[in-house]
């Protein structure tokens, strides 16, 4: 299979198609900041080095018309050094609480069923998008969305608990990998509707208008999400309400099996902010940092009351579009699978959005080698016990059934029809 103008722009080491641009590749940026602090440039420095690098990274790729004067890079330097540290965690989270349940799935011992659609290779959309967010945001999620759940503070126990279907899952075992919710931590959940992602934000975005308050709402979506209606409702009631939203759209090169440019008519989805006269940025999804400087751009925007902003993110999945036909235990990846070549899975293998900010943050001295893998360790021991959580815990009680689908007391005619 050719390889793709998108994936030319996030891998930045597959083979150059006449279609790539060279200022889209990120790994060279990289390596001047790694060089950089090896010449022993001061921290701030460094800092500003690095954020004028990774911006330029995200400017680069920024839909020119929009990017003019619109630059973020500013803010890469006044990271706090906790968000940088709490950004990685929740991508180790992220990469082997999702590895976890690939392993129990393939081990065969648990009687797992049901769906899961792994979202490992997009860690940096969701830690970067959402770094830039305070806990009381709101963010609404798709089918592949325990990313973002991570992301945003998800508990890890009661997570396996809901895809071991127990009755300490989220949803007390009667959810699945599809429906996690926390409404504590502004999860506004999950969704196995392809596009009402979008929709549902936006509604909370107007919640936030009613209310007054300084929240902004987020949705993520594929890029399959922007192919209905509920998409362009949501973009464009927020672009006349100037709502407090952002639309994240993960463009990771496939709906299902069908690679994305058969079935969109632009190359860049962000170009879809046009007709509307809001920003719409195209970033590359695997730079954590550019996800942070566009969503932070993006953030102050709507809580300044400016409006909502489209993003699309250039990514790619590892695995295979649900469940995990040509994945191995210990194995990163799917191989083999018909509608996608395995040289391209391991061009954005080689892009890894893990080992790379991992190597930035050893570069800026925010880690060292030895406390990188302490949080590793750490995590996978997190991860662990979760499962065994899951394991331990009891099967949901049949009575709760229909708990949680109507609604308690009755609604007058009067106030639905008012
Ligand atoms: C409204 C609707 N139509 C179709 C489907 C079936 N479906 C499930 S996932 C999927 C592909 C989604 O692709 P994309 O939005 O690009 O997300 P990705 O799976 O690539 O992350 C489809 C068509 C659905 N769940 N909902």
């Not at 399959?224 to 209606?229: D, L």
């Not at 949501?234 to 939203?245: E, T, W």
């Not at 069908?258 to 860049?268: H, K, L, S, W």
């Amino acid at each position: 299979m050719p390889v793709t103008d998108n994936q030319c722009a996030a891998s930045g080491k597959v083979e150059k198609s006449s279609a790539c641009s060279s200022e889209q590749s990120a790994p060279e940026g990289h390596n001047s900041i790694v060089d950089a602090v090896r010449q022993g440039v001061h921290r701030r420095s460094f800092m500003k080095a690095l954020g004028g690098v990774a911006g330029g990274v995200a400017l680069a790729n920024a839909n020119r018309a929009h990017a003019s004067g619109n630059s973020w890079a500013h803010v890469l330097d006044d990271i706090p050094e906790a968000t940088l540290l709490d950004m990685y965690d929740k991508m180790l989270k992220i990469r082997w609480w999702e590895e976890g349940i690939k392993d129990v799935f393939l081990g065969g011992k648990d009687d797992m069923y049901g769906v899961i659609h792994l979202y490992i290779g997009e860690e940096a959309v969701a830690c970067g998008a959402i770094g830039a967010l305070n806990d009381d945001d709101f963010v609404t999620s798709h089918h592949r969305g325990h990313g973002h759940l991570i992301a945003k503070g998800g508990d890890l126990n009661k997570m396996s608990a809901e895809i071991f279907f127990r009755e300490t899952g989220y949803n007390h075992g009667y959810g699945g990998s599809m429906h996690i919710t926390d409404m504590s931590k502004g999860i506004l959940g999950m969704n196995g509707i392809v596009g009402v992602s979008h929709l549902l934000a936006a509604g909370a975005a107007h919640g936030i208008k009613v209310r007054g308050t300084q929240q902004v709402s987020v949705s993520f979506g594929g890029d399959g999400s922007v192919n209905n209606g509920w998409f362009y409702a949501a973009l464009r009631n927020s672009a006349l309400y100037k709502l407090p939203f952002i639309s994240i759209v993960e463009n990771n090169g496939y709906q299902t099996s069908i690679p994305a440019i058969e079935t969109n008519p632009v190359r860049d989805l962000s170009k879809i902010a046009h007709g509307l006269d809001i920003p719409g940025y195209t970033v590359d999804g695997q730079d954590t940092l550019a996800m942070y400087g566009v969503m932070k751009h993006a953030v102050d925007r709507a809580r300044n009351g400016e409006g909502p902003t489209l993003i699309e993110a250039k990514t790619y999945r590892f695995y295979d579009h649900a469940g995990l036909s040509g994945a191995k235990s210990g194995v990163l990846g799917a191989f083999g699978l018909p509608y996608r070549s395995d040289k391209d899975l391991m061009a954005w293998i080689a892009n890894d959005p893990l080992p790379k900010f991992r190597n930035t943050l050893v570069a800026i001295g925010a880690l060292t080698q030895k406390q990188a893998d302490e949080m590793e360790a750490d995590v996978k021991k997190q991860v662990a016990e979760s499962i065994e959580f899951a394991r331990n815990s009891p099967k949901p009680q049949q009575d709760r059934g229909l708990s949680n689908v109507y609604a308690q007391g009755s609604v007058s005619p009067s106030q639905m029809y008012a």
